[in-house]
């Protein structure tokens, strides 16, 4: 597709499962973000990956939270012994890296039950 | 004090009204700035990008002022499909992190 995917698009799981967000960006584009955005708040930054570089993991939460990017394509998000606070909307968005303008996923609908 | 903070509204407003939301950054090496569109559950979607010297793009009309750390969005002659969540969103050249406000929602009524 033309678009930012991510899968699932809704996940419930129970305290202390792990679970794996993955997101397939747009073709071509070298930058790739994480953001978690929880009901009826704004978008919260956990992690930025650009090209070949080290990733920007400054806003992961916790250790519990991490992601990796193969091939400078693919991304998948962990999240290791889930907690109730971890429910929330992920979203995904890649861009070119030279502009203001990210392309967002529909996101992966997280519950923690 | 969060980076980027904006009035959570709702702005309740009629077909037609012109309507104003601030944003303002705490933050003065921010140096771009833009206006994000949220659908309810929906993903965000830019809606434009703001320039110092203020910029136009239909019926919506950005502005920015450095000095006082703040930015306007304008929406003239409100329609119904513009009812939505507003992000106002700041990044440092140096950076590559967008940072989003909590968003100002919209509600416009027939």
């Known amino acids: 597709g033309a678009g930012v995917s991510q899968s699932p698009s809704n996940k419930v799981t129970e305290k202390g499962k792990d679970v794996e967000l993955r997101c397939d960006p747009i073709s071509g584009h070298t930058a790739l973000y994480w953001y978690r955005q929880s009901l009826g708040q704004g978008l919260e930054f956990l992690i930025y990956f650009q090209g070949n570089s080290a990733p920007d993991k400054s806003g992961l939460p916790s250790d519990r939270f991490s992601a990796e990017r193969t091939g400078g394509s693919v991304s998948t998000l962990t999240i290791q012994r889930t907690q109730q606070e971890d429910s929330a909307v992920y979203l995904c968005a890649s861009s070119t890296g030279s502009t203001g303008e990210l392309f967002f996923g529909e996101g992966s609908r997280l519950t923690v039950l | 004090r969060k980076e980027v903070e904006q009035d959570p509204g709702p702005f309740n407003v009629p077909e037609g009204a012109t309507v104003a939301f601030n944003c303002t950054y705490s933050?003065?090496?921010?140096?771009?700035f833009f206006w994000y569109r949220q659908d309810c559950r929906k993903e965000p979607k830019l809606l434009m990008s703001v320039y110092s010297s203020g910029n136009e793009d239909g019926r919506f009309t950005a502005q920015l002022n450095r000095a006082s750390q703040y930015i306007s969005l304008l929406i003239r002659d409100s329609k119904l499909s513009d009812s939505a969540t507003y992000l106002c969103v700041v990044k440092k050249d140096s950076s590559y992190k967008l940072i989003f406000g909590s968003g100002t929602r919209l509600l416009v009524r027939p």
């Open positions: 933050n003065s090496a921010s140096q771009s």
